[in-house]
């Protein structure tokens, strides 16, 4: 579930407006929503819960690089507002389950 909200945060957003052909910022959004979704998958591999909360943290800050990555996006007028909307509620939906995946793993 995780992964399918960080994935889908990332396939509608590239290929409408001036991010069609600003390449350096589609690519920046795709590596942040990229290392969200891999550092899920690499986390959930590892074989302690303190190894996987390393690395739900480290999905959680590029989850947060890409939600500024929208909002500078929304500034220059790259991307319609909502289509910002639908991605901005991708990430926090990513980042809560995330979040609570963390907390729960905490208490084990």
Known sequence: MLASC???GQRDLFDVG???TDFDTRSQIKR???STMNNI???FGRYS???FIRFLDTSQSS?????SILYVLEDL???SGKRIETARSIVEETKSLTLGLIKYLRTK
């Open 63 to 67: 989850a947060q690089e890409v939600s």
């Open 49 to 51: 819960a303190k190894d």
């Open 18 to 20: 001036k991010l069609k």
């Open 77 to 79: 007028q790259y991307v």
């Open 32 to 34: 942040a929503a990229l």
């Open 41 to 43: 998958a690499e986390g």
């Open 6 to 8: 960080a994935e889908a």
